[in-house]
């Protein structure tokens, strides 16, 4: 039988005016799309299958739909893979220091999950008295 021709069709992707703090923060609830948003934090994009979860790959791609349409992320098609990236300067602008208030907590409330700091960034200080500053974060 012959393969399809057929082609998925590109991802919805909300605009970042109707991105929305209430999906925002469903999809920022669980703990495998924080692994999602934290390991996209650190690196600029990645592919969805070689993320750092114990779940099926149903499950998976559940919860990067949930990330993609509530805004938290974008995702593309290369080939036969999908690549994820992190909209980071979409929520900057709809949600001003939502995402670091977040991860600064999931930091401060999870075990082996430290804040990176980035020279010129004083240790002790939060990153919102650091406005110039970047903080990078790995678990």
Same mark, same amino acid.
């Given at each position: ?9 590109? /991802? ?17 609830s669980d703990p ?43 995702? &593309? ?12 300067a979409d929520l900057?602008? &709809? ?12 930091? &401060? ?13 004083? /240790? ?16």
């Open positions: 039988m012959p393969r399809s021709t057929r082609r998925r069709p590109a /991802p919805a992707h909300p605009a970042t005016e109707e991105i929305d703090l209430y999906d925002v923060l469903h999809a920022l495998t799309r924080m692994t999602i948003v934290r390991v996209l934090r650190a690196e600029s994009e990645r592919a969805c299958g070689t993320f750092p979860v114990d779940v099926a790959p149903s499950t998976l791609s559940h919860h990067f739909k949930v990330l993609r349409e509530s805004g938290v992320i974008s995702q &593309r098609g290369e080939a036969n893979r999908r690549f994820s990236a992190l909209r980071t900057e602008q &709809r949600f001003p220091g939502l995402l670091d208030t977040v991860l600064a907590a999931l930091a &401060r409330n999870e075990p082996g999950i430290e804040p990176r700091i980035e020279p010129g960034i004083e /240790p002790g200080i939060e990153p919102d008295d650091q406005p110039d500053a970047e903080v990078a974060w790995h678990g």
